[in-house]
């Protein structure tokens, strides 16, 4: 029988992630199905025991249940903990381990477009779990400074007096969003304003070299901004592929290259 997978969330209709693993499964020659399971509000615990009792190998968890994922799992990987969230679940031995691979996602996603993250002084707009789940991995990437803009400023502060000890090696600091300014060599939105159609302000006080906006398919007037700058920008996609990728290499042992999936 086909290895069974599977992503969990609610909404699940949208996501993407059941022809990504096939893909995968086709350039490696692994057997799997991987399917898509649409939770109820409080019904994440059950569905994910319903799932590992009958076989299932992982899982993928999506929107709103990966602080719940993180809240079950006994074994954690440390980004996982650090980003409080986990995306990816396995069962061994009995034992539910977790694991977070949108934040190496989005480095490998930044690395498959040859732009610089060795050295690097970033900003990252916005101040949710987007950011949590990205700093870690950017500072293991090589990432010298990491400033956090938020629209509520307490939030940002928050996030870096709760980081800051994990990444002692990069300097972090967190700004309002009204004041954004300075010299940077990426800009992350991780914000979800394109999500909800809001319009980003991009200040001429504010340089940048590269632009990646974490979310994918919808207008971006972070994105339309930078362009008019004439910088390389990327949109999620990438980071969609990248986070799926490691969680197919976690289960099954072997990581695609990146391009051949964009
Ligand atoms: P996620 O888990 O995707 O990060 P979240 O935790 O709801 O989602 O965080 C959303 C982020 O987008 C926050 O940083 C939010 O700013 P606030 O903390 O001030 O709410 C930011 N955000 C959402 N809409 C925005 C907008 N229109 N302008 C600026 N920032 C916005």
Known sequence: MSKQFAVIGNPIEQSRSPELHHAFAAKTGIDLNYSKRLAPLDGFEAN?????????????????????????????????????????????????????????????????????????????????????GVIYPLAQAGAKKIVIANRTLARAEQLVADLQDAVAQLELQAISLEHLAGEFDLVINATSASLSGDALLLPEALQFNYAYEMAYGKPSSFLDQAKARAVPTSEGFGMLVGQALESFSIWNGIKPDLKDFL
């Open 48 to 132: 994910i025991q319903e799932f590992f009792a009958h076989g299932g190998i992982g899982m993928n968890v999506t929107v709103p249940f990966k602080e719940q994922a993180f809240a079950q799992c006994q074994v954690l990987s440390e980004r996982a903990k650090i980003a409080k969230a986990v995306n990816t679940l396995w069962m061994k031995n009995g034992i539910l381990h977790g694991d977070n691979t949108d934040g190496q996602g989005l480095v490998d996603a930044i690395r498959a477009l040859n732009w610089p993250l060795e050295n690097t002084n970033i900003l990252i707009i916005g101040a949710g779990g987007a950011t949590r």
